[in-house]
């Protein structure tokens, strides 16, 4: 039977550098991961992370519990058909509902050949001293993710003071009692606080889990066919609305010679130098994101 674990958690958490420092863990001790990658955008941004040496299957466009059940059990199949692992990492879009992906995977079909032990999601703990700001739906979401889950990566501590970190942790931990609450920043978790993750399954807890549903969340991909300047561009990031959460991709930059890999999440960002000639596209997540102009680009949804 091969271990199963799920990684929940809202945009911008987290979870792949978790899911970059968990694969490094477990081959580091010979056991092989593989992993299944489920993202709102067209374009598989995150699975960069993983390398070619990881058995990876990935769901575009859509959360889990919205493709449906039967597209996450034929991409089980084909692993456990074709591929050769020990433990299987799933890592769900930040707009999923974290029981709902778990009841896809629950699937009569791998009850004898997978072991799901649980789910562990990354709580960005500058975004819940912000919680209010958000609009009802997502915060229920962020709220629904930390309170299901089996363990919580209260993440980016870096970022607060201590008493903050203090205040936060006492929150979350009012709002899920029953599991552990690592601090963590850069999401770096030790992988034998997963292998000792017993998780115990409620018919009735999938039953209701129908919150998620009524998601005003949406992508958008954008492509740019021109060089931009570098303090331009930020200056148009900054003005964004509180509804736009995540933001990856390659973007032009006037002076050099391939995109640079951007990313955004909550008012940070990130640049960095890219290598070869990626596609100058940049995927958008948020809420009411059909309505946003984007600076030096065309709608190419």
């Known amino acids: 039977m091969k271990d199963v674990y799920l990684l929940s958690g809202f945009l911008g958490s987290g979870k792949t550098s978790l899911l970059s420092h968990i694969i490094e863990q477990f081959k580091a001790e010979g056991i092989k991961p593989a992993v299944i990658m489920n993202e709102l955008g067209k374009l598989p941004f995150d699975s960069r992370a993983v390398d070619n040496e990881v058995p990876l299957k990935e769901m575009l466009e859509g959360c889990i519990c919205c493709t449906g059940s039967e597209k996450m059990e034929a991409q089980l199949q ?14 769900t879009t930040g707009a999923a509902h974290p029981v709902e992906a778990m009841d896809a995977v629950l699937s009569p079909l791998f009850a004898s050949k997978l072991n799901m032990k649980g789910i562990i999601t990354v ?8 919680r209010d700001k958000m609009s009802p739906q997502t915060r229920m979401l ?13 993440n980016k501590i870096d970022l607060l003071t201590d008493a903050e970190i203090l205040t936060v942790t006492m929150q979350i931990q009012a709002l899920n009692d029953t599991s552990p609450i690592i601090q963590t920043a850069n999401s770096k978790l030790p992988i034998k606080l997963l292998k000792n ?6 018919e009735k807890e999938v039953q209701e889990a ?13 492509t740019f066919h021109e060089g931009l300047h570098q303090e331009e561009f930020e200056e148009w990031v900054r003005s964004l609305p509180d509804t736009v959460y995540r933001m990856k991709g390659y973007v032009p930059l006037k002076g050099h010679k391939n995109p640079y890999l951007f990313q955004y999440a909550y008012g940070m960002v990130q640049w960095l130098p890219e290598y070869m000639k990626m596609p100058p596209q940049i995927v958008i997540i948020g809420e009411q994101v059909d309505k946003l102009e984007v600076i030096g680009s065309e709608r190419n949804d």
């Open 210 to 222: 129908a919150i998620g549903k009524q998601l005003t969340l949406s992508s958008r991909l954008h």
């Open 142 to 154: 962020f709220l629904e993710q930390i309170k299901h889950a089996h363990l919580i990566v209260a």
């Open 123 to 130: 709580a960005d703990c500058k975004r819940w001293l912000d």
């Open 197 to 202: 993750m017993e998780a115990t399954f409620h």
């Open 78 to 91: 084909t692993l456990l058909e074709g591929e050769d692992f020990d433990v299987l990492l799933i890592e």
